[in-house]
T-cell receptor, first 114, second 119 residues
């Protein structure tokens, strides 16, 4: 079983749609959780950290359920520029990624069309 | 945020040659650098973690004699793929974390990656 599993998609949605991505992780010792975005042939970029209380950044909302070992990302009012691969990332380090290696999910491909 | 550069951005080489990839932190001191590899349509896989002045720690299944990592300074780490073969063709990405300007960077900052093609 992979340590971090995501629905690979692809998700094809029209502009303005709401789309949700799910992710599960297997290691209960994981302490830090993130969503990264990766554009084609580019490096991943941090989208947002994920906290147990849930957090929101503009059109993006992330949720963490430690009991179920489940992470989600919700994108509202999708834009064409949101088209990318979204990576669920988990770390055993506390408080930041520098204290522990990052384990990446395989990514979920999102395509937003006009 | 902090900036990490990689050089070269792409390289094509013949089988059996060695290729060196550089990873530099431009505006902070990278006490820890990570090297990842990403095959097409797959996710990033950590190859090794290096702390400045120490030997790198390799992930299971990664040959340390084939992928030589040097992190001799706080701003530079190098990955050398020795005797490269076509199966080593991949996207190699480094990341770095550390401190600069009186601030500790809790996040890993990724370089733009190096696309290696071995013929």
């Amino acid at each position: 079983r992979k340590e971090v599993e995501q629905d690979p998609g692809p998700f094809n949605v029209p502009e303005g749609a709401t789309v949700a991505f799910n992710c599960t992780y297997s290691n209960s010792a994981s302490q830090s959780f993130f969503w990264y975005r990766q554009d084609c042939r580019k490096e991943p970029k941090l989208l947002m950290s994920v906290y147990s209380s849930g957090n929101e950044d503009g059109r993006f909302t992330a949720q963490l359920n430690r009991a179920s070992q489940y992470i989600s990302l919700l994108i509202r009012d999708s834009k064409l520029s949101d088209s990318a691969t979204y990576l669920c990332v988990v770390s055993r380090g506390a408080g930041g990624t520098s204290y522990g290696k990052l384990t990446f999910g395989q990514g979920t491909i999102l395509t937003v069309h006009p | 945020g902090a900036v990490v550069s990689q050089h070269p951005s792409w390289v094509i080489c013949k089988s059996g040659t060695s290729v060196k990839i550089e990873c530099r932190s431009l505006d902070f001191q990278a006490t820890t650098m990570f090297w990842y590899r990403q095959f097409p349509k797959q996710s990033l896989m950590l190859m090794a973690t290096s702390n400045e002045g120490s030997k790198a720690t390799y992930e299971q299944g990664v040959e340390k004699d084939k992928f030589l990592i040097n992190h001799a300074s706080l701003t530079l780490s190098t990955l050398t793929v020795t005797s490269a073969h076509p199966e080593d063709s991949s996207f190699y990405i480094c990341s770095a974390s550390g401190q600069g300007g009186g601030r500790y960077y809790n996040e890993q900052f990724f370089g733009p990656g190096t696309r290696l093609t071995v013929l």
